[in-house]
């Protein structure tokens, strides 16, 4: 769990891996995708609950479903009104995989934390970190948890209900307060910006969380789910409730939920 002063570890032998990382990515390793191998280590992870204190292992993801990308793309839209059901650990695991999930296991260098993702980022620095705001889901605590790809795990930070609370942080948008959980986006810039410097900060950043935030969107709208992005809020108090360690700097607010009787309406 997490005080509000902790700080999380440096990336400190970042510069050193960095020559080993530039190899790593352009001999052809990120384009020779082999789907069997792939396949190996995920089924190699097993969907027991919990070890360590604090530390869940999440459901394996599915790597099939019944919904195309094109259909996903045609029916994708924001939903702010959700029904009062709760979501199940697997389709949390489904969404956090989807968001930033590895899809390509790569031990070194450290800075990969677990290798390639579903979502591009520039330079695979990865600036994104990922909680899970729960707060309706079966068997599971609410409270906030943050998303640790490499393992596909949930920390837990605090055990809290704490929609509310954002939803006030977000100027008053009661809906980010009412679906069963949100995915919650911070970025340390730091570790794009120190490759990247002002293009970094200005664009990657941000580009990185829009392919992040879209793979959510598509996956919700293939398991019957909506989710709206939501980035009008004010910085401090969103940073006060999430607890957020001084250098990650608040990003996106994803509410995800059954979409309620008014969306389905709305998007007809
Ligand atoms: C950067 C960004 C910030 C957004 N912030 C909010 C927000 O704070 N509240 C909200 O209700 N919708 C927010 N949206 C969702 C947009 O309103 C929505 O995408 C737009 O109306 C188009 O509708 P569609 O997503 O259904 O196609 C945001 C979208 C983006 C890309």
């Known amino acids: 769990m997490r005080s509000k002063l902790l700080s999380f570890p440096i990336w400190g032998s970042w510069i050193l891996l960095m020559g080993l990382s530039s190899a790593l990515l ?32 999440l459901p394996s993801p599915s790597y099939r479903g019944t919904v195309s990308v094109e259909e996903s793309l045609l029916l994708r839209r924001s939903v702010r009104d959700y029904e009062n059901r709760a979501l199940t650990l697997q389709q949390v695991s489904q969404l956090l995989w989807a968001a930033y999930g590895v899809t390509k296991e790569i031990s070194s260098p450290s800075f990969l934390r677990g290798g390639l993702k579903t979502a591009p980022s520039a330079g695979a620095l990865y600036p994104l970190e990922i909680y899970l705001v729960a707060g309706d889901v079966e068997g599971l605590p ?18 809290e209900d704490v929609r509310k609370s954002l939803a006030r942080a977000a100027y008053n948008q009661t809906f980010v307060g009412k679906a069963p959980v949100a995915l919650f986006y911070s970025a340390i810039y730091e570790r794009t910006t120190r490759k990247y ?42 940073s006060n409730v999430m607890m957020l360690p001084r250098k990650e700097e608040p990003l996106y607010i994803m509410p995800v939920g059954y979409p309620g009787e008014k969306a389905r309406i709305e998007h007809r």
Request: a positive charge; one cysteine or more; hydrophobic letters at 35%.
């Open 26 to 57: 352009t001999n052809g390793n990120a384009h020779n995708f082999k789907r069997s191998e792939n396949e190996w280590f995920m089924k190699e992870k097993k969907s027991t609950r919990q070890d360590k204190e604090g530390i869940i292992n």
């Open 142 to 159: 609410a409270g906030i948890y943050k998303f640790i790809p490499a393992g596909h795990q949930l920390e837990l930070i605090i055990e």
């Open 197 to 238: 410097g002002e293009r970094g900060r200005s664009r990657y950043v941000c580009m990185d969380l829009g392919h992040s935030a879209q793979n959510v969107y598509l996956q919700a709208v293939a398991m019957g789910l909506g989710t709206c992005a939501v980035g009008a809020f004010n910085n401090e108090m969103v």
